[in-house]
Structures are given as C-alpha cells and as structure tokens.
C-alpha cells in the first residue's frame, strides 16, 4: 500500500500541468473567522476552560460544516497541503464522484471538538467527533492517532493496532515537513503500546527503536523499552 501511494502521489504531481484549484484552496495561508474561532477554543481549552472552547468556539464551527456537507451536492475533503489533496481528488475520480479539497477548517474543528469531549469525560462524543474529522480528512495522520488512542482507551488493541498503522504509513507519505517527525512519532509509539499489549515484545521493542531513531531523547519510547525489559524477566521468572 506505501508503495503504492508513493507511486500514485509521482505520477499525480507529474502530471499536473497547473496546481488545482482545489489545492490552491487548501493551501491558503490566510485565517478564516471560523479558524480564528478554533484558535481562540485550543487557546482557551490550554487555560482549562473546555466547556467554553466546546460550546462557544468548536461546536458553531462543527455546525456550520456539517450543513456546508449536507448541503453540497459534492463529496468535501479537507487537506493540509496540494500532495494530500491531489490524493483525495484521484481517489474521488476513482470513484466517479465530484468532490472538492477546502482547508482544514472543518477536520480541525472536528478534531479540537473531540479532545475537548474527551477532556470532559465524554469518549463516546469523543470518538464521535475523531470518526467526523478522519471522514473529512483520510490521511491525515494526526486524526487517525487520536482515533487510535481512543481504541485503546476501550482496549481495542487490534483496531488501534491497525489504526496507528495506518497513522505512521500516511505520516511517512502526506504529513506536511513541518509535523512529519512528531507524527510519526506519534504513530510509532502507538504501534509499540498495542503490540504490548497483544504479546508481541520483540515487534514492540523494535518499534520503540525506531522512534529514538527520530527522537534519542524521547522519554515515552525510552520507558516502554525498559517496560518491556521487566516484562521478559517477570516471564522468565514464571
């Protein structure tokens, strides 16, 4: 599957003559009203007023992309870049539908609305939002490590297993440089936690590796490594 994005993303850009419009729009640099609002809620959830950021700041931005969707005759993507959303435009071609790369507004505000509910001790509202925010934005690394983090918080390790999978694959392939390192990672942490979990040390501890191979200071992956440590000598003991 890499490979295959990693081919289909080469040929894709070789192929377009002129950025599309729906990249243009994605690359847009400028704050909407609406990205100044998630701003404002991040801000205000940092400073511990959640409830606030939730229902004065996320939840009108939320409400008003869930009626740009359903009021679009058109499937409606949000990128973070022209390689991501040349992506998305093939894979609606593929598809036969119309669809349209806007910014990511609305996986944003998706996003920032379930770690809010989940702050609030709402993971179901939580899991809502994440699922909302991967619709709107499939590749999108960051998302799809909350949506793994939430798996695991129900202690589904095979489907955040898989979900951190993902996560890592698209980080290598769509993340923008800026984040590319904290999100992979990110995605590689969680892989190694769920193979813990499922038994499967040696995989884990090869995982965690590969994050101090990005981050040689990295305290999380440091300490799973010598969790996995004790792990074998307590099993040894038995």
């Known amino acids: 599957m890499k490979i295959f994005l990693a081919v289909l993303i080469l040929l894709l850009t070789a192929c377009a003559t002129a950025p599309a419009k729906q990249a ?124 793994g983090h939430l798996y695991q918080l129900n202690k589904d390790w095979n489907k955040s297993l898989e979900t951190f999978q993902q996560s890592e694959e698209y980080a290598e392939t769509f993340s923008p440089e800026a984040y590319k390192k904290d999100e992979l990672a990110r995605a590689k942490r969680g892989v190694g936690f769920n193979l813990i979990e499922l038994g499967k040390l040696d995989e884990a501890e090869a995982k965690f590796k590969e994050c101090l191979a990005l981050n040689k200071a990295d305290k999380t992956a440091l300490g799973e490594i010598e969790y996995i440590k004790t792990l074998r000598k307590k099993s040894a003991s038995q």
């Open 24 to 147: 243009a729009i994605a690359d847009k640099p400028e704050l909407s009203a609406d990205d100044q609002l998630i701003r404002k809620g991040a801000e205000l959830v940092a400073a511990g007023s959640i409830k606030q950021a939730l229902n004065d700041y996320f939840n009108p931005v939320v409400e008003r992309c869930e009626a740009l969707a359903k009021n679009s005759n058109r499937k409606l993507f949000a990128s973070r870049g022209q390689v991501e959303t040349i992506y998305y435009m093939a894979l609606a071609s593929a598809a036969k539908i119309d669809a349209d790369a806007l910014s990511q507004t609305c996986s944003q505000a998706l996003y920032f609305k379930g770690y809010a509910s989940l702050d609030l001790g709402q993971p179901e509202e939580a899991m809502h939002s994440i699922q909302k925010a991967v619709e709107w934005s499939p590749v999108n690394s960051r998302y799809l490590s909350e949506l």
